[in-house]
T-cell receptor, first 113, second 116 residues
Framework: AQTVTQSQPEMSVQEAETVTLSCTYD???????LFWYKQPPSRQMILVIR??????QNATENRFSVNFQKAAKSFSLKISDSQLGDAAMYFC??????????FGTGTRLQVTL | GAGVSQSPSNKVTEKGKDVELRCDPI?????LYWYRQRLGQGLEFLIY????????KSGLPSDRFSAERTGESVSTLTIQRTQQEDSAVYLC??????????????FGPGTRLTVL
């Protein structure tokens, strides 16, 4: 069985500052993939970043980057230069060969002026 | 092309009624997934279709839930004899299935189901 744990129900960051969202996971598979999705109030899940477990290099997408620690089974998301539009629920997710995603319970990010 | 679309956007029904939720995946995507998101929670996997293979129904919570997909196009999720605990947002996603897995799933806007 696969599990994903997000231990921060809510986080707050000031505009232009940096924030890190935590995620830990467990899986018995050797090949797996990790994702961060953003869900604004519109409900639409939007892919933020994707990481292949076999790659040691941390994935980066503009202001978003991850810190992937395979041995510790940790996959945190760093948002730099936070913007008001970054306010949303953020979900960490995991998939292996079975394709279906296993999600964490989410972290609500507030961005303040 | 267009993204994943779902209809209706919102559905209110009475306990005991049947409901059908529709999903139109991205054209060319061979895989289609249904998830359920209860209020304040993460997404729970329900069912997965891949081409002509038998669907993975391992996430369906009871035999009141069923889903169909015609080829690689539209899918419908049916909930029979709805119960109040079925109230949730139902999200559909599609992807182009990669041989080694790890395909990126693209989500629709969801259907919010409220059972009175």
């Amino acid at each position: 069985a696969q599990t994903v744990t997000q231990s921060q129900p809510e986080m707050s960051v000031q505009e232009a500052e940096t924030v890190t969202l935590s995620c830990t996971y467990d899986t018995s598979e050797s090949d797996y993939y990790l994702f961060w999705y953003k869900q604004p109030p519109s409900r639409q899940m939007i892919l933020v970043i994707r990481q292949e477990a076999y790659k040691q290099q941390n994935a980066t997408e503009n202001r978003f980057s991850v810190n992937f620690q395979k041995a510790a089974k940790s996959f945190s998301l760093k948002i730099s230069d936070s913007q008001l539009g970054d306010a949303a629920m953020y979900f960490c997710a995991l998939t292996g060969t079975a394709s279906k995603l296993t999600f964490g319970t989410g972290t609500r990010l507030q961005v303040t002026l | 092309g267009a993204g994943v679309s779902q209809s209706p956007s919102n559905k209110v029904t009475e306990k005991g009624k049947d409901v059908e939720l529709r999903c139109d995946p991205i054209s060319g995507h061979t895989a289609l997934y249904w998830y359920r998101q209860r209020l304040g929670q993460g997404l729970e996997f329900l069912i997965y279709f891949q081409g002509n293979s038998a669907p993975d129904k391992s996430g369906l919570p009871s035999d009141r839930f069923s889903a169909e997909r015609t080829g690689e196009s539209v899918s419908t999720l049916t909930i029979q004899r709805t119960q109040q605990e079925d109230s949730a947002v139902y999200l559909c996603a599609s992807s182009f299935r990669l041989a080694g897995g790890g395909d990126t799933q693209y989500f629709g806007p969801g259907t919010r189901l409220t059972v009175l």
